[in-house]
């Protein structure tokens, strides 16, 4: 089993410096560890959470997120413990892939 890439999971106008983007992805990891990741859509991806995530977790990963990359489109509904992830411009969907794989607990390169 190979590894998972630490770096790169930056996009194209994200505007966090390393050390913020070792702490997104370590966020997003710890998400995804009790999370199920899917595609609805080229343009949108679930993550369904078998438990409530921490809070302050998710709080902070969702602020981090638009505050950097303001293409992305989140949305979490507690009732469902579902955080969706969405981009409106198909050349940003590659984006989704590197929210997905984190979520994952692997990266892929950019």
Same mark, same amino acid.
């Given at each position: 089993?190979?590894?998972?890439?630490?770096?790169?999971?930056?996009?194209?106008?994200?505007?966090?410096?390393?050390? #913020?983007?070792?702490?997104?992805?370590?966020?997003?990891?710890?998400?995804?560890?009790?999370?199920?990741?899917?595609?609805?859509?080229?343009?949108?991806?679930?993550?369904?959470? #078998?438990?409530?995530? /921490?809070?302050?977790?998710? +709080?902070? &990963?969702?602020?981090?997120?638009?505050?950097?990359?303001?293409?992305?489109?989140? /949305?979490?509904?507690?009732?469902?413990?579902?955080?969706?992830?969405?981009?409106?411009?198909?050349? +940003?969907?590659?984006?989704? /892939?590197?929210?997905?794989?984190?979520?994952?607990? &692997?990266?892929? #390169? #950019?």
């Amino acid at each position: 089993m190979t590894a998972p890439i630490e770096l790169p999971m930056a996009i194209a106008g994200c505007g966090l410096d390393e050390i #913020a983007l070792r702490a997104q992805l370590a966020r997003y990891r710890e998400l995804g560890a009790g999370a199920s990741v899917t595609r609805p859509s080229a343009l949108e991806l679930a993550a369904q959470f #078998a438990a409530e995530p /921490d809070p302050e977790l998710l +709080r902070i &990963t969702i602020e981090t997120e638009r505050a950097c990359c303001s293409f992305f489109m989140l /949305d979490y509904e507690p009732r469902e413990r579902r955080l969706t992830v969405a981009v409106s411009d198909r050349g +940003r969907a590659g984006a989704l /892939d590197q929210i997905q794989a984190a979520l994952n607990g &692997t990266a892929i #390169a #950019a």
